[in-house]
């Protein structure tokens, strides 16, 4: 049984009994679905391009804001082409999906998977230090490496290659600049042999978050008078 205040409430002329309760529903739920649609990959299920940009921005803006940096991780399933290539696209697809399972599996409620534009994915980690984000990456890499996909051509086993990085609230990077750092680092992976992950140094993040001696000596002696 309808509630008529509920009626009321959706009622574009707010008429004790809305004549438009169903229309209204109806179109409520149409446009949660396409803004569903506008931000889901439709093969995997996972976030796509548009979604990764949105959310990377934002996570990024929270870094400078707090302090706490995000960590990105960009993946690329090795001689992906070779794939298509031999058993086909439909083969392909499948292995995709297969792949976005295990990266769902794998991560935190908190973290974003992303298909970021054919067999390329993208992991954003928030409020996380490098060294953990890499932990999980690699993490999933042996996952992949040791979980075949099951598809109609049969067992289909891959690998992949990653890029990590990390941003801080000393970083100027802007977004684009911060995305090709990770994927330099995407592409130094599939140059030293794939299958592996390569990140920015950590020594390099320490040197870029430690303050000099003259400013620690400032701070000493400004904490010392108060």
Known sequence: MIDPDEDNRNCPACEEICPWHD??????QKVEELSELVSTDALTGLYNFRHFKNVLQAEMDRSKRSGIPTSLVLLDID???Q??????????NQA???????LRGEVRTTDIVCRYGGEEFALVFP????????????RIRLEIQDTPAQTDAGELRMTVSMGASVYMKTSAQDIDEFV????????E?????????????????RSATEIGADERALLMSTRAES
């Open 96 to 102: 995709l999906c297969h792949l976005a399972e295990i």
């Open 189 to 205: 992976a599939k140059q030293s042999g794939r299958n592996c992950i390569c990140h920015v140094d950590y020594q390099t993040l």
């Open 79 to 81: 001689h992906f082409k």
């Open 127 to 138: 409020e996380t230090h490098l060294n953990l984000a890499v932990k999980v990456a690699d």
């Open 23 to 28: 229309e209204v529903l109806a179109l409520r």
């Open 180 to 187: 090709d750092s990770v994927d330099k680092f995407l592409y």
């Open 83 to 92: 794939v298509n290539d031999t058993h086909g696209h439909e083969i392909g």
